[in-house]
């Protein structure tokens, strides 16, 4: 080995060995080869049932992020050992392991997870519900949080109830408690149901679309839209004078991430590149002549 401190990473649809080692793998496919399509969307039984893709590419996410995780972990064995590896990653794993809960669930007790819209497995009320002008997220993950829901809805003896005085209850009978409340949040707009539901430690908010998620107040409170100029070789070939993108999530308060250039135009920086491996303007300007860059 030339190098016994380099570090490599493969990122490929299905790893370096098995039987599908030599396929290639796209976010799309792995979604619905891991089972992710059929826990994702409404039943079967009513109107728009059936399997669906996340709206992003979830798989190829999540890949990006494991990978710089095992880098990372690599980098600290070097340090301790003097000594690179090989990173094996790929799509089809990390699909396996973002199954979370519902793989945990499936493996302990061999029943296969089915579809059921917005609602949680293991959890009620959990999901989402019409209120007198759209639809809000309800999020009730404990029995405080829903006796204290009851009251804001001004129907205390819910969670006196002997069908809903527990989560494992509420989930057992699910169908009557979500039927009780969706009478009662029909009868205020979504504003109202956050308002009153805030100060109370109860998990609600509305169902943005992206547009309403970037204009909402706590989303602009974090400045997470970014702002950063083209350099000048770029708005030579653009209109365009800045790119916005979306801050990074990792708030070091020391060591803050500092971004320093804008997405690169297409080809912005070929010449750079090749100026690094080592070529000369004569010899960029011949590649350039003859299409190959």
């Not at 399997?51 to 990006?64: H, M, N, S």
């Not at 109830?161 to 205020?188: C, G, H, W, Y």
Request: hydrophobic share 40%.
């Amino acid at each position: 080995m030339l190098n016994p401190r380099l570090i490599y990473c493969s990122v490929t649809g299905f790893g370096q060995d098995g039987p599908y080692a030599q396929r290639a793998g796209y976010d799309l496919m792995i979604q619905a080869m891991t089972g992710l399509m059929s826990i994702t969307g409404r039943s079967d039984d009513v109107p728009g049932g059936g399997p669906q893709r996340v709206g992003v590419a979830v798989t190829d996410i999540f890949t990006g992020i494991y990978a710089c995780s095992a880098i990372l972990a690599a980098l600290e064995v070097r340090h301790r050992t003097g000594l690179g590896q090989h990173i094996d990653m790929a799509l089809l794993d990390v699909g396996m392991a973002i199954l979370g809960n519902q793989a945990t669930g499936f493996l302990n007790t061999g029943q296969v997870p089915q579809r059921q819209g917005n609602s949680h497995p293991s959890l009620a009320p959990y999901q989402d519900f019409e209120t007198g002008d759209g639809s809000m997220l309800l999020a009730i993950g404990n029995d405080g949080q829903f006796a204290r829901f009851c009251q804001v809805a001004a129907h205390p003896e819910w969670s006196a109830d002997p069908r809903f005085a527990s989560n494992t209850l509420r989930v057992k009978n699910r169908e009557a408690l979500i039927a009780l409340m969706q009478a009662a949040t029909r009868t205020r707009t979504t504003a109202q149901w956050v308002a009153a539901l805030e100060d109370k430690a109860v998990p609600c908010g509305p169902i943005n679309d992206i547009g309403q998620g970037f204009a909402d107040p706590q989303v602009q409170a974090r400045a997470l839209v970014v702002n950063q100029p083209l350099t000048p070789a770029a708005t030579t070939k653009t209109a365009v004078r800045s790119i916005a993108t979306v801050a990074s999530p990792l708030r070091l308060m020391a060591t803050p991430p500092v971004l320093r250039r804008a997405p690169p135009m297409l080809g912005e920086h070929t010449d750079e590149v090749l100026a690094e491996l080592g070529l000369n303007n004569d010899s960029i300007v011949a590649l350039r002549a003859t299409g190959t860059v």
